[in-house]
């Protein structure tokens, strides 16, 4: 989806490197998400974030950290990048309507972990 | 946790209808149960979502029996372009429940 943009779209990077991906998104919404996936397998959260102030650990948090600067901006960190960490990152962004709960997509980075 | 389960994959001629089944036996009163579809390299796009009964829109519709249990992710008519992995997620918006993905369903679509 246009709406939510990820940068950089491709990474590679060495061992112990310190990694930032970044998201962006223009919908307005409050709620943004990151999530890896291996291949051949579905999605994991890393983190959530319901509002600027809210962050909450997702299912594989572990040496991973987000910072929420705007309502907007969304970044992933890995402190010190290790080669089990190389997967397709994906950024998603919601809005909150009671139950319902659309997630939209950013195009995913790909990063490659030497 | 509303763990759910699917088949891993299924095979379809273009042309017929689909369904793909979701087992999800533990689901608690204020869950919705939402489908999302996957191209390779691509993020998930959202299909449909519905509570109980039946939801249409235009591209699927969304089967839930009486119990909510289970539910059925119907495609009408697939084409060669619905191969994707479709996942069936269930949860509250106000939970990180319903931001659960799990394997999903490789759909291949035949000629």
């Known amino acids: 989806d246009a709406d939510v943009t990820q940068t950089p779209r491709n990474r590679i990077t060495k061992t112990g490197k310190r990694i930032m991906l970044e998201c962006s998104q223009t919908?307005?919404?409050?709620?943004m998400y990151w999530y890896r996936q291996d291949p051949g397998l579905g999605l994991r959260l890393i983190y959530y974030?319901?509002?600027?102030?809210?962050?909450n650990k997702g299912e594989i948090s572990d040496g991973y950290s987000v910072s929420r600067q705007a309502q907007a901006k969304f970044s992933l960190s890995l402190e010190s990048a290790i080669p089990n960490q190389t997967a397709l990152y994906f950024c998603?962004?919601?809005?909150?309507?009671?139950?319902?709960?659309?997630?939209?997509f950013g195009p995913g980075t790909r990063l490659t972990v030497l | 946790l509303a763990k759910t389960t699917q088949p891993i994959s299924m095979d379809s001629y273009e042309g017929q209808e689909v369904n793909i089944t979701c087992s999800h036996n533990?689901?608690?009163?204020?869950?919705?149960i939402t489908w999302y579809q996957q191209f390779p390299s691509q993020g998930p796009r959202f299909i449909i979502q519905?509570?109980?009964t039946k939801v249409t829109n235009e591209v699927a519709s969304l089967f839930i029996p009486a119990d909510r249990k289970s539910s059925t992710l119907s495609l009408p008519r697939v084409s060669l372009s619905d191969t994707a992995v479709y996942y069936c997620l269930v949860g509250f918006s106000g939970s990180a429940r319903q931001l659960t993905f799990g394997s999903g369903t490789q759909l291949t679509v035949l000629p």
């Open positions: 974030s319901f509002d600027v102030k809210d962050i």
């Open positions: 519905g509570y109980k």
């Open positions: 998603a962004t919601s809005e909150y309507r009671g139950g319902y709960n659309e997630q939209f």
């Open positions: 533990n689901i608690a009163t204020n869950d919705y």
């Open positions: 919908k307005g919404h409050d709620r």
